[in-house]
């Protein structure tokens, strides 16, 4: 008996199945098909996506490696195309690394770069800041002491993320001012900062050996 109801329940199942294929059986095929072309094609665009990001790669180095060798107008040629043209993360590296060649030959024009990209509000917060840190940088030798301190304060507080760079130029800021006292604040953050790393901090110690020499007089 157990045999009999087994079969009646398998020519039941397969009685179903045969009426469900015959109801379904196009759509089953038809999404199947969906299925594979999908697949299918975002291999196709992965392998495509992913040769145009190593297109740019290729552009980027060889731009980098101009910049190396002293051809500054043509690393700045490619750096101009991969700005407008290449892919979002790539377009960011390339703005970047531009404002940097430009520095070389003209750091004004350099700082005013770096100035656009630390006013982009598409950027990150965090590479707007180290643009605004790279403009004041520049401006050092090129800006009286109270714009640098306008410009870096804001970044060089406790939490700041470049802070210790900020503290830094501010404190050169000053020095070249001659305002010692000044320094002598953005050096002692520095020194009382257990995170600022060892080699700025021995550099640090070069710097407050200036701040008490104070002012040197020269005589004609």
Known sequence: MADIFREIDEEVRRDKAAALWKKYGTL????????????????????REQQASQAVGARLEEALRASRDNRGAEAES??????????AGYRQIARFRLAAETAKRDPAAGATAFDGLANDGSLD???????????????????????????????????????????????IAALRANLFEDAGRWFDAIVTD???????????????ALVRGGAVETRN
């Open 125 to 171: 917060q965090l590479y707007r800041d180290l643009a605004r840190l790279r403009a004041g940088m520049l401006r050092v030798d090129l800006a009286p002491y109270a714009e640098i301190r306008t410009a870096l304060e804001p970044l060089a507080t406790p939490q700041g993320t470049w802070r210790h760079s900020a503290r830094e130029f501010l404190g």
């Open 28 to 47: 089953i095929i038809a999404l199947a098909v969906i299925a594979v072309v999908a697949v299918a094609g975002w291999q196709v665009w992965l392998h």
């Open 194 to 208: 257990p995170q600022s790393p060892q080699v700025l901090r021995q550099r640090t110690e070069l710097y407050l």
């Open 78 to 87: 490619i750096l101009v195309e991969l700005s407008a043209n290449a892919p």
